[in-house]
């Protein structure tokens, strides 16, 4: 009887080695130059991440080996893949800027995730002190795919991009989470109707839909944060004024 019992702990870490193969297989794409292949594969990485940690929840096999193999996947999948897809996709030709944006990505990265580990432990967070790391990374492979699907070649703004997103992810700008949306009866309409209007776009323009719906998540922290900043300015000039 006992046997079953272990065997089940296996099922969410291979989800998580679902998810480290994925963001190999998007490395090696990256090195053969197909940039396409190698975002999809990032994306493909997302859904297996997503999967492991609420596989564990549902089964009841949370484990501290499990969160520091996720933590160790994330880095791989969700940090060094996207990393050297935009290296290899237009950095190389920007000499040593293209590797430290690529470089500074990572190390960010591993900083988010550190901090995501400390600070939160096996508690379910409300919101987010920086953008997630996997955020970060969709974000990137949705812009590679956009710039591949209407031939951009104004190639700096991706790296600005890359640059940005990984200042957002050790920031301490809050985000959203949405492991814990209030479903009750007067929420759970407005809900529905948001998921399935969403699935519809993305369904019909899914890189162009997945572009707004990520770079508005993005924006929209650093745009409630900066309007925070300029409030606090305000009462603190008011103070000195009185």
Same mark, same amino acid.
């Given at each position: 009887?006992?046997?079953?019992? *272990?065997? =089940?702990?296996?099922?969410?870490?291979?989800?998580?080695?679902?998810?480290?193969?994925?963001?190999?297989?998007?490395?090696?794409?990256?090195?053969?130059?197909?940039?396409?292949?190698?975002?999809?594969?990032?994306?493909?990485?997302?859904?297996?991440?997503?999967?492991?940690?609420?596989?564990?929840?549902?089964?009841?096999?949370?484990?501290?080996?499990?969160?520091?193999?996720?933590?160790?996947?994330?880095?791989?999948?969700?940090?060094?893949?996207?990393?050297?897809?935009?290296?290899?996709?237009?950095?190389?030709?920007?000499?040593?800027?293209?590797?430290?944006?690529?470089?500074?990505?990572?190390?960010?990265?591993?900083?988010?995730?550190?901090?995501?580990?400390?600070?939160?432990?096996? =508690?379910?967070?409300?919101?987010? =002190?920086?953008?997630?790391?996997?955020?970060?990374?969709?974000?990137?492979?949705?812009?590679?795919?956009?710039?591949?699907?209407?031939?951009?070649?104004?190639?700096?703004?991706?790296?600005?991009?890359?640059?940005?997103?990984?200042?957002?992810?050790?920031?301490?700008?809050?985000?959203?989470?949405?492991?814990?949306?209030?479903?009750?009866?007067?929420?759970?309409?407005?809900?529905?109707?948001?998921?399935?209007?969403?699935?519809?776009?993305?369904?019909?323009?899914?890189?162009?839909?997945?572009?707004?719906?990520?770079?508005?998540?993005?924006?929209?922290?650093?745009?409630?944060?900066?309007?925070?900043?300029?409030? *606090?300015?305000?009462?603190?000039?008011?103070?000195?004024?009185?």
């Amino acid at each position: 009887m006992k046997q079953p019992k *272990q065997l =089940i702990y296996i099922l969410p870490n291979l989800f998580t080695a679902g998810g480290i193969f994925s963001g190999m297989m998007s490395l090696i794409m990256s090195s053969e130059g197909k940039f396409e292949e190698a975002a999809w594969l990032i994306l493909l990485a997302l859904i297996f991440d997503g999967l492991d940690g609420r596989v564990a929840r549902l089964t009841n096999t949370t484990s501290k080996f499990g969160m520091e193999y996720d933590s160790l996947a994330d880095i791989v999948s969700f940090g060094v893949a996207p990393a050297m897809l935009l290296y290899q996709y237009c950095g190389v030709e920007f000499g040593r800027f293209g590797m430290v944006v690529s470089g500074l990505y990572v190390v960010f990265g591993a900083i988010r995730l550190a901090r995501f580990n400390v600070t939160t432990m096996e =508690i379910e967070p409300s919101v987010f =002190i920086g953008v997630p790391i996997p955020t970060a990374a969709v974000f990137i492979s949705i812009l590679v795919l956009l710039y591949e699907k209407y031939a951009i070649t104004m190639y700096l703004p991706l790296l600005i991009a890359m640059l940005f997103t990984a200042g957002l992810m050790v920031s301490n700008i809050r985000y959203p989470s949405f492991k814990k949306v209030n479903l009750e009866k007067s929420n759970f309409i407005k809900v529905l109707v948001a998921l399935v209007i969403s699935a519809s776009l993305i369904f019909i323009y899914p890189i162009e839909s997945l572009t707004v719906v990520i770079g508005g998540y993005l924006f929209f922290g650093f745009v409630r944060a900066s309007i925070y900043f300029m409030k *606090q300015l305000r009462k603190g000039k008011k103070k000195e004024d009185s």
